[in-house]
């Protein structure tokens, strides 16, 4: 099981006033087998600490399924 802390700081560099996006959070993935197929899942939750407006989501929730294909 891997652990981690990532984010994406985004910004909108038209707008005036209120455009950063800063989360915080963090996930966990894990690589498994099923049928010889080898996939990875990955958790991840995020709080936007800053946003643009008050009113925007607050938390972000990703579920994420990963194909892998070996060479």
Request: glycine share 12%; net charge positive; charged share 15%.
């Amino acid at each position: 099981m891997v652990r981690r802390l990532v984010a994406e700081i985004t910004t909108n560099w038209i707008a005036s006033g209120g455009k950063w996006t800063v989360p915080a959070g963090g996930g966990f993935g894990k690589t498994f087998q099923l049928g010889g197929q080898p996939l990875k899942v990955d958790f991840d939750a995020y709080y936007n600490a800053v946003r643009p407006k008050a009113g925007q989501e607050t938390w972000l929730l990703q579920v994420k399924l990963t194909f892998q294909f070996p060479v």
